[in-house]
């Protein structure tokens, strides 16, 4: 069961970044969680980890409901049956 909603948007006419602006940002945001030695950011890390892997879920079937399974297995690297199998919705 999924927590996580994407949000809207909220400034009007802005162009949207692009998915690699977007992961620079993150990746920088984890990699600089991971240089510090302090709890708290460890804890963030074990929160994001879990949330990427919804996230993967997500976006995993948002691509196969706009194209096919083959779209998902492609990106993944995996066969048609191996990404059905893990990120299809377990709800009707």
Not at 52 to 64: H, K, Q
Request: charged letters at 20%.
């Amino acid at each position: 069961m999924s927590t996580f909603e994407p949000p809207e948007p909220t400034v009007p006419n802005r162009p949207e970044p692009t998915a690699e602006a977007l992961a620079l940002q993150a990746r920088e945001a984890v990699e600089a969680l991971a240089r510090m030695s302090d709890p708290a950011a460890f804890s963030e890390l074990l929160r994001l980890s879990g949330l990427v892997g919804e996230c993967l879920g997500i976006s995993a079937r948002s691509l196969a409901d706009g194209g096919s399974w083959a779209n998902v297995a492609e990106a993944a690297g995996v066969t048609r049956q191996a990404a059905w199998s893990r990120w299809r919705s377990d709800t009707p």
